[in-house]
């Protein structure tokens, strides 16, 4: 059941969960968000005969976008379906206008999309295509109402303006960034989706004190962790070169493949995180750069030395605190004379970097 996805599989939750709602402002929580959809997909699924059940389906159809998309009811019912909504990528495209906003194209969670294409692709609703959503604002008011009386909601909670409210809430309480918000609403001034949340002293400090620890943590990274800005992507036919700007200067280059670029959405200017194991990487004496083949060397000082039965565990500090760990065979360590306070070059192939978008 579609009801399910406000419930099931939450992420952990955002620092920004516990911002509590301005006095005054009318809008539907988690649970009762639950509630009407699910009220809503009853009262269409359950509906007898082929007529009625193709009208109702319209309402569920507008009731899904207004959910998903926190858009205006106007907007809404001037969508052309055939045009403006992408099954094949779960996307709507809102026009916009002098009452609407700029136009812009949302997401819709995989499984509202899952229910828009069940009633768009059925042969039997063909005679709509096109003009779905084409309906009278009062008749779609009072469906709402009908569904919300059925849902057990407050009269005042049961239209698209509760609806889009709530939907501008949710997403600010999931810790999306209010520019996106706006975006996502269309709505021409920050102001209005501000004002949806307020924090308290205890959440403020919360807040800050998670950012506080984000940032510590990039700064003093994770052994073999490297936080930085894209600087470049170059595409190739099947693979990437990614280079990244740590925040401590240094260039890192990783190697990954061009779904991988698409699926993380990587783009120039982001921030991310490239990490590598210790057995993969490699070490090297002298003041000069090691004229070897691996893109990523760094002169750092040996900091910690542990010795096992086969391996050793090296532990290099480079100038900007970063540590990197590698793991190679006692012999190895005997043949270069590994010291502690000693200069070594730390180095590794682009292909054994790993990249994690911020």
Known sequence: MLCAMSTQHRPKASPLAGAQVPQGVKYLDAAQLA???AAFAQWYK?????ATRRARGRVWCLFLVLRYTGARLQETLNLDDRADIRLDNASIRFHGGADAGAAREVQLPREAAL???AYLDDPAHAAVRGAVFRMDQGHVRRKFQEVGQKAGLPKELANPTALRRSRAIELLQGGMPLPIVQQVLGQG???LAASLLEFSDDATRRILGEHLRRENARRLSARNTFFGRVA???AGDIQSEVELTTLGGYPVSAIITNGSVRSMQLREGQYATAMVKAPWVMLARGDAAPQVSAANRFAGIIRHLRAGELCTEVVTELADGVQVCAVI?????????LLEGQRIWVMFEAFAVILLAD
């Open 115 to 117: 229910e828009l294409a």
């Open 329 to 337: 065979t006692n012999d190895s360590a005997t043949a270069l004379a």
């Open 35 to 37: 509630a009407f959809t």
């Open 232 to 234: 470049r992507i170059r």
């Open 189 to 191: 001034t920050a102001n």
């Open 46 to 50: 359950a509906t007898p005969g082929q």
